[in-house]
């Protein structure tokens, strides 16, 4: 590099030069002179562009260096010296926070007498049909070292009000031990389904307009306990090609869900203590795209208002098979409130299942059926009864980024008139 500047220093005084010497026509010795002048500094020109690309490649190599995985010194031998201070650590990373978005705009109109809130918040709709901005969800993500990182995603919530509110649905520290060990310590959301661990917020992700009840968010009326505070451990148990995982997870989840068929009921607040979820899935080598497993869910609450202190118990299963053109969803539950004061059990058995095939390259047809049935007099889903009827709809990519949904529901209710439901929606990512 420094016979470069050295080189480009040079530049100036030469031009000058040519500049003073230039020649009268009946001096050919000048003349001579320039000719050698001008020689002289296309060889420079050339010995420069020589010099820059022997610099660009030692740039190349010491930058392919730098994105290369570190190599760890062997075990045997003494310590290598300390770093001096000031010097810069070499990581096989990049620094920074990573930034990704998602969002969606969705029509909803449906003749549901009385009017539901259905399995998803916004502006309550009738048979006019209402717009809503579904959940703007910022997802960031930043690398701490080779092992730990931080995620963190906030989520923007229309109201039924037309109002938003912000919500921090997760923000964990996760360290990565090893494949067999992935610990992560903060606000997570819960194992208790398959959907809850895969398809968090942000509807591009899935394929459905709206997401089944049973696994929709509590906050917008779902029936499982969809996050909590505490710590999360995961990873592969030595099975072979079998492809057995573990999870387990312990803290405190504090549940509220509105109540979807009362609308101006008051929101129910489980007032949950510690709780626990442990589950195994495995995804075997021989058939990519199958995971199948299942969970155990455990805490006590005390539903606000109603003087009663439950155990509740979740236990849920899962088949699915999942590849780039075709799509098999299987969930299964049984959701337990184990009453303390009267020694009542109230069990609520919830399932869905969804199937869908990409044709045509961008467009990818669906059906799915969801049923949920809780008993009369259940103390913690009073406004659900039973809730259960068939899906079908098309969602069309009209590229990576940008996806189109349009969708019907036949909705069929305890005690209450069935209803049909039409909702197109614009998920989109950015």
Known sequence: MYRILLILSALPGLVWTMQAQTPAPDQPDQQETIRQLVQEVRELKARIAVLEARQAK????????????????PPTG????????????SFSFVRGVKL??????SYKANDAHPPELGASLGPISGTTGTFSVGDVDLFLTSQLTSRASILAEVVFSEQTNAEFEVDVERLLLKFNVSDYLKM????????????NSVFHHGFWLQTAADRPLVVEFSDHGGLLPSQAVGA??????????????YIFEYGSAGTIR?????????EIQENNGNEFTAGFFFQPDWLP????????????INPEGTGLHMEQSIGSAHVVYNSPRFEFLNEAFLVQ???AETGQEFNTTSFYSLISQKILGRWRPYFRYQYSNAPRGEPVFPDIGMHSGPSSGMRFEANDYIALKIQYDRIYRRDLPAFNNVLGQVAFRF
């Open 258 to 266: 509105p109540q979807i068929t009362s609308i101006d009921a008051p």
């Open 232 to 245: 999360s451990l995961t990873g592969k148990v030595p099975s072979g090609t079998l492809g057995l995982n």
């Open 184 to 195: 992560s310590f903060g606000r997570f959301h819960t194992g208790t389904s398959y959907y």
């Open 289 to 300: 795209g199958l995971n199948a497993g299942g969970s155990f869910y455990h805490d006590h």
């Open 78 to 89: 003494p310590a290598p010296a300390a770093a001096p201070t000031g010097t810069q650590e």
């Open 100 to 105: 990704q978005g998602f969002g969606s705009l």
């Open 337 to 339: 409130h184990k009453v």
């Open 58 to 73: 030692a740039d190349e190599t010491v930058a392919e260096a730098a994105q290369a995985k570190p190599v760890e010194a």
